[in-house]
């Protein structure tokens, strides 16, 4: 009995770790699909009112949303100006793309690296983002690496860690 107990263990650990990979992947799937959407709405307003030569004026930090919390509760219409600064293209009035900012499973709460298109990073903690300055577009998310805060799984089952994801 003590055994088949011992041997249990592990299989119950890795099933655990599993499942706990899974949800984070389609957690992660679900945020960068949020961004997409934000980015192909964002460029159809600019096509409509112009055409696609128009697209060419805007940097692309333009296109992408300013903040997490813009996928779940955008703050109504967001201008969109083009590369010199000053002239204004469009107002892009985003719908909600997500009913919530998903968790990292392995931290319990929904914290994570936020990578701006102006090639900064900043943090997303307890509905909050926190961008260095200059910080525009959101363009991706990654998970937070500190082991501390991640219980120890920093790196998955197949070897990769999971900032990398």
Same mark, same amino acid.
């Given at each position: 009995?003590?055994?088949?107990? *011992?041997?249990?263990?592990?299989?119950?650990?890795?099933? +655990?770790?599993?499942?706990?990979?899974?949800?984070?992947?389609?957690?992660?799937?679900?945020?960068?699909?949020?961004?997409?959407?934000?980015?192909?709405?964002?460029?159809?307003?600019?096509?409509?009112?112009?055409?696609?030569?128009?697209?060419?004026?805007?940097?692309?930090?333009?296109? +992408?949303?300013?903040?997490?919390?813009?996928?779940?509760?955008?703050?109504?219409? +967001?201008?969109?100006?083009?590369?010199?600064?000053?002239?204004?293209?469009?107002?892009?009035?985003?719908?909600?793309?997500?009913?919530?900012?998903?968790?990292?499973?392995?931290?319990?709460?929904?914290?994570?690296? *936020?990578?701006?298109?102006?090639?900064?990073?900043?943090?997303?903690?307890?509905?909050?983002?926190?961008?260095?300055?200059?910080?525009?577009?959101?363009?991706?998310?990654?998970?937070?690496?500190?082991? $501390?805060?991640?219980?120890?799984? $920093?790196?998955?089952?197949?070897?990769?860690? +999971?900032?990398?994801?």
């Amino acid at each position: 009995m003590g055994i088949v107990a *011992i041997a249990a263990v592990p299989v119950a650990e890795i099933t +655990y770790v599993k499942n706990q990979e899974t949800l984070l992947e389609k957690n992660l799937e679900d945020i960068r699909t949020a961004i997409s959407l934000w980015k192909r709405d964002c460029r159809n307003v600019v096509v409509s009112i112009g055409d696609y030569n128009s697209l060419y004026n805007i940097h692309d930090s333009q296109l +992408y949303p300013p903040t997490l919390e813009a996928l779940v509760n955008p703050a109504g219409a +967001y201008p969109i100006i083009a590369s010199d600064g000053i002239t204004h293209i469009a107002d892009f009035k985003p719908r909600p793309y997500l009913q919530a900012i998903p968790q990292d499973p392995f931290i319990g709460a929904a914290e994570w690296v *936020i990578h701006f298109a102006s090639g900064t990073t900043g943090t997303y903690n307890s509905g909050v983002t926190t961008p260095p300055a200059n910080a525009s577009g959101v363009f991706d998310i990654s998970c937070v690496s500190d082991p $501390v805060k991640r219980r120890g799984f $920093v790196t998955a089952i197949d070897g990769t860690k +999971y900032e990398d994801w």
